[in-house]
């Protein structure tokens, strides 16, 4: 959901809280507004559609984390609407109006929610 120019296998754990592992809290993002709209890739493969960054994707393999599609979804979801506030975030760390317009096209590009990917 968030154009990650350092994307890779470090930036990804997973935490045992002591009920079981779960994947960790997002961290070392650098967001970074990217030419192409129609696809975007990550350092691993996420789903049928491989390294391709889309919801379709994520949602594709959500069984091999014990989720149902269902709750994927709806994990998905909750995800998507912090994202879409990012600007209220980056306000109030001090990012000024110049840097969040040249940040836009980070944040859920549109290729994100585009379905009948071929996979790569």
Known sequence: MITND???PRNHAVLNWGSGWRFSPVYDLVPTNRVAHDERHLSLDVGSHGRVAS????????EMFRLSAERASAILESVETAVRRWQVFFKRAGVTDTDLTQLVGAFLYPGYAREGFDRR
């Open 6 to 8: 350092d994307d890779h």
């Open 55 to 62: 919801r379709e994707s994520i949602l594709s393999r959500c």
